[in-house]
């Protein structure tokens, strides 16, 4: 555990906490950076976002998707707020929040702590420990009066155990844990979405990843009602589109749950599969990866990323995320085909 210099990565001259994969992306580049899920959405989400398209003269009516977010986690519609995707929830989080200590734990995805920032609120980084990257609630300062931790985390695709995440709920703090990849893991498991009676905590999902919809901009929060009326306040009228509204419903629907849970579980084999021909050449993976994607390390990550590129691939840096350093490199999971032509690239390699 450590804690870095704000934002080191550009402090240094390079991308900082505002980096994310589609800037790894190109054309003609086969594209393991970005972790959203290839060929989404399925036909009858596009139909559904199409169709939604008829009412766009009206302004956005959030209540019938409210109340798809609330049935599909158990939960009242009070203790929802649509987003326009996670990273607006975050924004909207630094805007309402005063805290006195605010720790982000790292690695993870960078949007928390740059929100804060812009926000100009002081943060504290809690490092996680390499190889294993296990959450230790130990870590946390007591004093921490606003926490925020991903699970599965990105990029490290650790999952922690929710018992371990309700450890660091109490009365005076707010815990939030940011669940954009939780339906890559089949059932769920260790999601606190459905969970109330945690005090201060509040939960950040996104339809972005599993259903291929980054630039539709869908995501919500769960929470108590008192802090989704706080956060509901700073948001902009009409924030979350008829379109994304109509996606967020549609997600939420039987039909919706099964195949998601379909995915997850054929994901697993993928992942499974990516991870031993990845160690097969050399690189070490980050264990027990629960997520859409692998947290891998090089002797010459650097080198080795801008060769893959100048072979046609795109990997995500991992040196922008705090906690990481050039080594390492974050890799999507893809079907088998599409990770073969990667691993039997690495091989020729090196």
Not at 28 to 50: H, K, S, T, Y
Not at 275 to 291: I, K, M, Q, R, Y
Not at 323 to 339: E, H, N
Request: charge should be negative; proline fraction near 9%; hydrophobic fraction near 45%.
């Amino acid at each position: 555990m450590g804690t870095e210099a704000p934002d080191r990565a550009a402090a240094e001259g390079g991308p900082g906490l505002r980096h994310h994969g589609d800037a790894e992306t190109g054309p003609g580049l086969l594209d393991f950076a970005v972790n959203v899920r290839a060929g989404a959405p399925p036909d009858w989400l596009a139909e559904r976002i199409a169709a939604s398209l008829s009412g766009v003269a009206a302004y956005p009516d959030p209540a019938p998707a409210r109340a798809a977010v609330a049935r599909r986690h158990g939960r009242d519609p009070a203790e929802v707020l649509l987003t326009a995707g996670a990273a607006e929830a975050f924004v909207l989080l630094a805007r309402v929040l005063r805290p006195c200590r605010a720790v982000v734990v790292h690695p993870q995805f960078t949007e928390p702590e740059a929100a804060l920032r812009a926000a100009g609120h002081p943060v504290e980084r809690v490092v996680l420990p390499a190889p294993r990257f296990e959450l230790d609630p130990e870590l946390v300062p007591e004093e921490a009066d606003l926490v925020m931790v991903g699970n599965p985390t990105n990029p490290t695709s650790v999952l922690h155990p929710a018992a371990a995440l309700e450890r660091l709920a109490r009365p005076g703090r707010v815990l939030v844990v940011d669940e954009a990849f939780a339906d890559c893991v089949p059932g769920e498991a260790e999601s606190l979405a459905g969970r109330t009676g945690v005090p201060g905590l509040v939960v950040v999902r996104s339809l972005t990843k599993t259903w291929g919809l980054a630039g539709l901009r869908a995501g919500y929060v769960l929470a108590e009602p008192s802090t989704v009326d706080l956060l509901a306040g700073a948001q902009p009228l009409w924030s979350v589109s008829t379109p994304a509204l109509a996606a967020a419903a549609a997600c939420c629907e039987p039909r919706a749950l099964a195949e998601a849970e379909e995915w997850a579980r054929w994901l697993t084999g993928r992942r499974a599969e990516l991870a031993a021909d990845l160690e097969a050449t050399g690189l070490h993976v980050t264990p027990a990866a629960a997520a859409s994607f692998l947290l891998v390390r090089a002797a010459d990550g650097r080198s080795l990323r801008h060769r893959l590129r100048e072979s046609g691939i795109a990997v995500r840096r991992g040196d922008t995320f705090p906690g990481l350093g050039p080594d390492w490199l974050r890799v999507a999971v893809r079907d088998r085909d599409t990770s073969l032509r990667l691993t039997r690239t690495l091989a020729e390699l090196r």
